[in-house]
């Protein structure tokens, strides 16, 4: 069985790439490690760290399809981002004018709250609180037959 260590990273598509880059970097602090522009595919391709670890690819391309619904379409349902202070994390969004929905508990992982909001395509982005060590809480569920 093929062992898997660890997510490489995460593509993205956006339809405005000079705004998702913006609001990748000036909103949620991912910094730019790689940008190229690729002439054959009138692409853009900006390789993104969080942390200084690589974690997003953000692509352009001519015209591409919107999401068909938000979030229950298939595919990536969502992004989650891990945040130490919640409360503070909404409050620099709704001051940058970003919509957030209210706060929820996950029962699923011992009531952490979270919460989501959209980036400019709209796709859907959850910050999670950190006082939750959601590893081990998966684990914890895995080991007693509950997942």
Not at 123 to 146: F, K
Request: hydrophobic fraction near 40%; include cysteine.
């Amino acid at each position: 069985m093929m062992q898997l260590q660890q997510v490489d990273h995460i593509a993205l598509i956006c339809s405005d790439y000079e705004r998702s880059k913006a609001f990748y970097t000036e909103v949620l602090g991912c910094t730019v490690v790689q940008e190229q522009y690729r002439a054959e595919r009138d692409s853009w391709k900006c390789d993104l760290a969080l942390n200084g670890r690589y974690l997003l690819e953000l692509f352009s391309f001519p015209k591409p399809p919107p999401r068909p619904s938000s979030p229950e379409a298939c595919g990536l349902r969502h992004l989650a981002f891990q945040v130490a202070d919640l409360d503070a994390a909404i409050s620099d969004l709704m001051a940058r004018g970003i919509a957030v929905e209210p706060v929820r508990h996950d029962e699923t992982r011992n009531g952490a709250r979270f919460t989501f909001f959209k980036d400019p395509d709209g796709l859907p982005l959850e910050l999670c609180e950190a006082a939750v060590d959601y590893t081990a809480a998966h684990t914890e569920r895995l080991q007693g037959g509950r997942a």
